[in-house]
């Protein structure tokens, strides 16, 4: 069955903390990857996307993600976090009708 | 940068009650949808939309549900008999083509519904 897992439900960071958020897909056909942000009270915000080409994509505001084939994972880093990425993060990915199937989601806090 | 607007940003409803909930897409999509995120669960598809027919619906969207796009600019989700386990935030999203656009959806902010 497609599925895409993210086993962090919650991360707590100190500022200036480097961020990988696991990310890892069940998909036989060929994989489109996202990464949304929710901020909170807002909604959800594309931070970076795989189609193709390079494995690794750099998104806004510093973020980037590794797409590995072998391992069916996307994983979301950051080197430096800060207390504005405080938010709430979203793997997924474009099923062959173009429907999202997102992930669980990451909370993540960052401490000041 | 065009929005998806989504109106009410809360609603509560007492169980057995119709409830619409309401999304003004962008102005030059075509492609309309609807998710929703049960508190604490993933962000579930439930309908898509095009060419005022539904595309494509998930197991969740049963006869209780329905879309419409009543004046060519609003994309609404009508629940006829809300459920308690229907109380979820429910996003809606436009998209200018199906093909893999580089801004890919646009996600509305979302609706909080309570049922009680």
């Known amino acids: 069955a497609q599925s895409v897992s993210q086993h962090n439900h919650h991360v707590i960071l100190s500022e200036a903390a480097s961020l990988e958020l696991g990310c890892n897909y069940s998909y036989g056909g060929t994989v489109n990857l996202f990464w949304y942000v929710q901020y909170p009270g807002q909604h959800l915000q594309l931070l970076l996307k795989?189609?193709?080409?390079?494995?690794l994509v750099k998104g806004i505001k510093g973020f980037e993600a590794e797409f590995i084939k072998s391992k069916f994972s996307f994983n979301l880093r950051k080197p430096s976090v800060q207390w504005s990425d405080t938010a709430e993060y979203f793997c997924a990915f474009l099923d062959s009708s173009y429907k999202l199937i997102f992930g669980s989601g990451t909370r993540l806090l960052v401490r000041p | 940068e065009p929005e998806v607007t989504q109106t009410p940003s809360h609603q509560v409803t007492q169980m057995g009650q119709e409830v619409i909930l309401r999304c003004v897409p962008i102005s030059n999509h075509l492609y309309f949808y609807w998710y929703r995120q049960i508190l604490g669960q993933k962000v579930e598809f439930l309908v898509s939309f095009y060419n005022n027919e539904i595309s494509e619906k998930s197991e969740i969207f049963d006869d209780q549900f329905s879309v419409e796009r009543p004046d060519g600019s609003n994309f609404t989700l009508k629940i006829r008999s809300t459920k308690l386990e229907d109380s979820a935030m429910y996003f809606c999203?436009?998209?200018?083509?199906?093909?893999?656009?580089?801004?890919?959806?646009?996600f509305g902010s979302g609706t909080r519904l309570t049922v009680v």
């Open positions: 795989y189609f193709s080409g390079d494995p």
């Open positions: 999203a436009s998209s200018e083509s199906r093909a893999l656009t580089p801004a890919g959806y646009t």
